[in-house]
């Protein structure tokens, strides 16, 4: 609908027009709302209430900050596609959306795309809480390009595709910290970039998988194809421990002739 630019620092739910981070000459001003894309402009806009927006998006030093001044049980949920365009790249003015020292948001709900620019994440996680995040995970093609960059905080499941951009270091996800599970496929950068820098868990799906690139780009595709308990040694556990081994010991496999000499011991 329209793009909305922060005109001050301040609280989201502020809406004077002394005080309050949106434009207007008189209070109350307009908040943004369904369909507006939202730009932090110089400014830090702290969200403190649910938001719902199209898009959240980062054009200049500016960016939108959770903080440890509002704990829970005031978790505020986003429903927004989070885009890192341009950015400044110091440690107050990392990422569109910043979440510090302890503070603590609920669910994140729209996808997040990381900018061209090293440090340009789209969420930066110091220390924080998030609750889920529902969308797609695109980082950029430079080094330390993020969409999602977890620095010691704690994330709850992840549903979406994440895809590595184009250069080393181009994690859709680096996580220094604590999430929970990701459902959805991993999709590497064309130059074979994997998607994600830490510990993860991948949920077992047959709709997920893991893409890798060859040299030209074109992907290669590892599928969930595993052999049949017959043919796994029994006892084997397999297939993210869903799957048990039952091939018997024993047998014979054949006449067997043995060489030796010749440069070593040969078995046919």
Same mark, same amino acid.
Request: hydrophobic share 35%; aromatic share 8%; no cysteine.
């Given at each position: 609908m329209a793009i909305i630019v922060a005109v001050r620092s301040g609280n989201w739910s502020d809406t004077s027009h002394v005080t309050g981070p949106w434009p207007g000459a008189s209070t109350p001003t307009t908040k943004p709302g369904v369909g507006d894309t939202v730009q932090a402009g110089e400014f830090v806009v702290e969200i403190d209430e649910d938001v719902h927006v199209a898009m959240l998006e980062a054009t200049g030093s500016g960016y939108f900050a959770v903080s440890n001044v509002y704990p829970a049980p005031q978790r505020p949920n986003i429903t927004a596609a989070i885009v890192n365009a341009a950015i400044v790249n110091n440690e107050t003015a990392n990422? !569109?959306?910043?979440?510090?020292? $302890? #503070? !603590? %948001? $609920?669910?994140? +709900?729209?996808?997040? !795309?990381?900018?061209? /620019? *090293?440090?340009?994440?789209? /969420? &930066? =996680?110091?220390?924080?809480?998030?609750?889920?995040? +529902?969308?797609?995970?695109?980082?950029?093609? /430079?080094? @330390?390009?993020?969409? /999602?960059? =977890? *620095?010691?905080? !704690? %994330? @709850?499941?992840?549903? #979406?595709?994440? +895809?590595?951009?184009?250069?080393?270091?181009?994690?859709?996800? &680096?996580?220094?910290g604590t999430i929970g599970d990701i459902d959805g496929s991993l999709i590497c950068g064309a130059t074979g970039q994997f998607p994600i820098f830490g510990p993860f868990r991948l949920v077992a799906n047959p709709a997920n998988n893991v893409t890798f690139c060859q040299p030209n780009g074109n992907p290669w595709t590892l599928s969930n194809d595993y052999p049949a308990p017959a043919d796994v040694r029994s006892g084997v556990e397999y297939d993210r421990g869903t799957q048990t081994g039952e091939m018997a010991a024993g047998g014979s496999i054949g006449p067997v002739s043995i060489v030796i000499g010749g440069g070593g011991i040969r078995i046919f």
């Open positions: 990422g !569109t959306l910043q979440i510090n020292n $302890g #503070g !603590t %948001i $609920g669910d994140i +709900t729209g996808d997040l !795309t990381a900018g061209n /620019v *090293d440090g340009a994440w789209a /969420v &930066y =996680n110091g220390g924080g809480t998030i609750g889920d995040i +529902t969308g797609d995970m695109t980082a950029g093609n /430079v080094d @330390g390009a993020w969409a /999602v960059y =977890n *620095d010691g905080g !704690t %994330i @709850g499941d992840i549903t #979406g595709d994440l +895809t590595a951009g184009d250069a080393n270091s181009a994690f859709a996800v &680096y996580n220094g």
